[in-house]
């Protein structure tokens, strides 16, 4: 079976996402875990390749969406999605909303965005967010199993399977974390 990268940062719709893939039958999920931005913090790709070139067949959010550059390389028939927010704004929001919340990982957050949980500097996040949209976007212009979609611009099962070569399940589309509006 082939395997889907999301690319895109956490708070973008990555558990939107992954709950999708499971229903079209990419199982074996790599979750966040410290210590695999551990790891690519202290740029241990061989360990983080092994994870890709394992068993598991999909991976999102953390440390997977800013290793994009090395898992095109590792696994180039893969497929690639950028799942993004509307704006910085509410990607920031969303963030800062999980932290109080839900008690992100410090340790996940520091690895990946080089600052304190407890000191966040909302316009160098913002530029992180954007910026890395911006480099995914440019990295991937041409390849031929990338795409980009916004959950809160109405993308859903039909652009997802399209892409995938998939047909769309019978069922709702597995909406998570939705904001209430």
Same mark, same amino acid.
């Given at each position: 079976?082939?395997?889907?990268?999301?690319?895109?940062?956490?708070?973008?719709?990555?558990?939107?996402?992954?709950?999708?893939?499971?229903?079209?039958?990419?199982?074996?999920?790599?979750?966040?875990?410290?210590?695999?931005?551990?790891?690519?913090?202290?740029?241990? !790709?061989?360990?983080?390749?092994?994870?890709?070139?394992?068993? @598991?067949?999909? &991976?999102? %959010?953390? #440390?997977?969406?800013?290793?994009?550059?090395?898992?095109?390389?590792?696994?180039?028939?893969?497929?690639?999605?950028?799942?993004?927010?509307?704006?910085?704004?509410?990607?920031?929001?969303?963030?800062?909303?999980?932290?109080?919340?839900?008690?992100?990982?410090?340790?996940?957050?520091?690895?990946?965005?080089?600052?304190?949980?407890?000191?966040?500097?909302?316009?160098?996040? !913002?530029?992180?967010?954007?910026?890395?949209?911006?480099?995914? @976007?440019?990295? &991937?212009? %041409?390849? #031929?199993?990338?795409?980009?979609?916004?959950?809160?611009?109405?993308?859903?099962?039909?652009?997802?399977?399209?892409?995938?070569?998939?047909?769309?399940?019978?069922?709702?589309?597995?909406?998570?974390?939705?904001?209430?509006?």
């Amino acid at each position: 079976m082939d395997k889907v990268f999301g690319v895109g940062l956490g708070k973008t719709g990555t558990k939107t996402l992954k709950h999708a893939l499971l229903d079209l039958g990419f199982d074996k999920y790599a979750k966040c875990k410290v210590k695999y931005t551990t790891a690519y913090k202290r740029e241990k !790709k061989d360990y983080l390749k092994g994870i890709i070139l394992g068993s @598991r067949i999909q &991976f999102s %959010d953390c #440390p997977w969406a800013v290793m994009y550059k090395e898992i095109s390389e590792w696994y180039p028939d893969g497929y690639f999605i950028l799942t993004r927010r509307l704006n910085a704004d509410k990607w920031f929001a969303s963030n800062i909303k999980h932290i109080v919340s839900r008690g992100m990982s410090a340790v996940n957050f520091k690895n990946i965005f080089d600052m304190d949980i407890t000191d966040i500097d909302e316009e160098k996040l !913002k530029k992180f967010y954007t910026d890395h949209n911006e480099n995914v @976007r440019k990295h &991937f212009k %041409d390849h #031929p199993r990338f795409i980009e979609i916004c959950w809160e611009d109405g993308d859903g099962w039909e652009k997802l399977c399209d892409f995938l070569n998939k047909p769309v399940p019978g069922k709702d589309f597995p909406w998570k974390n939705r904001s209430k509006k």
